[in-house]
């Protein structure tokens, strides 16, 4: 008789059992860091800016502390700034510019406001046209424009001179005159960019809202107290920003004197980057050249400060 005792089934052998396949590990993708990444997209803008701005600012300054003697550069420190200040010529030209800069700052200034505040009048009719009109002196080229000015103040049949003696006044020689010249240097800077800032100052007014106007009509101010008293304080910034870009751009004049009179008559419009310009390229004197760049920007940084200085000091009051 058989046994029906079950059977203990056989656990089987782990040895003798088949190994799984082994699965291939993941491959590792190197991932660069941040650092890196920003270094590799901002690499070929470094490279620019180092290639074409920092070194040869690097350059013009080492420059500036040379001067040329017996065909070689020669190391001399402090002496082309120092004789800078024996320069007649040069000392004549920071006269210059003081005297344009006092005068056409502030009175182009004041026609960009008056011209904002007319923009920003809402009975004026088509006054997108009119920005347009004001603010194209500002995207003309200014060798073009100062060229079509030579032709208007051409003492000999320019169009200036025609209107005069249809007036019944005399011709007026208005390039080869000291006081002339510098009247029409001034002129034809203030028309230039005139429009340029009335149109910045006409986006800081119609940032105002309408309501300080109404404000200021309920406590019975007229339009003269409203916007001295109201508008501007509150434009402030802007005028600041208008004067400094004006400044710097007086102080950097080239074009329009060098187009119009070559700095003359006797000198009477040299600026220091006209001069600048015939010490390095007429004279070949590029180290000086180099100093008066350098003495140039120092101007326009300390009158920069000096302005914000200023505006701080009023805002703190």
Avoid at 250 to 276: I, K, S, W
Wanted: proline share 6%.
């Amino acid at each position: 008789m058989t046994s029906s005792l079950p059977v203990p089934l056989r656990k089987p052998d782990r040895a003798s059992a088949p190994a799984p396949a082994p699965v291939a590990a993941p491959a590792r993708r190197r991932r660069r860091s941040p650092r890196t990444a920003a270094w590799l997209f901002a690499g070929p803008t470094a490279a620019l800016f180092t290639a074409f701005f920092a070194y040869p600012l690097a350059a013009s300054l080492y420059q500036s502390l040379t001067a040329r003697r017996d065909g070689t550069d020669v190391f001399v420190g402090l002496d082309q700034y120092r004789r800078m200040l024996h320069d007649p010529a040069f000392l004549h030209s920071l006269a210059n510019t003081g005297l344009i800069l006092a005068v056409q700052v502030p009175v182009m200034i004041g026609l960009a406001l008056v011209l904002a505040v007319l923009l920003n009048q809402s009975w004026l009719r088509f006054r997108a046209g009119w920005r347009a009109v004001f603010f194209l002196p500002a995207i003309t080229t200014l060798v073009a424009y100062a060229v079509v000015f030579q032709v208007l103040l051409r003492t000999d049949g320019g169009l200036a001179n025609q209107l005069l003696q249809a007036l019944g006044a005399g011709p007026v020689d208005w390039l080869n005159s000291s006081t002339w010249a510098r009247i029409s240097l001034i002129g034809s800077v203030t028309w230039r960019w005139t429009g340029y800032n009335a149109v910045i100052l006409l986006a800081g007014l119609q940032a105002i809202g309408r309501d300080q106007y109404e404000a200021a009509a309920l406590d019975g101010a007229g339009t003269a107290r409203t916007y001295t008293g109201v508008i501007l304080p509150q434009l402030r910034p802007v005028v600041l920003f208008c004067v400094i870009t004006s400044t710097i751009g007086t102080l950097q004049l080239f074009d329009e004197n060098y187009v119009l009179t070559r700095g003359g008559p006797g000198d009477a419009t040299l600026t220091p980057v006209v001069y600048l310009y015939k010490v390095g390229f007429q004279q070949l004197d590029f180290g000086y050249a180099a100093a008066i760049a350098w003495v140039v920007v120092l101007i326009i940084a300390a009158v920069s400060l000096l302005q914000f200085r200023l505006y701080g000091r009023e805002r703190r009051r």
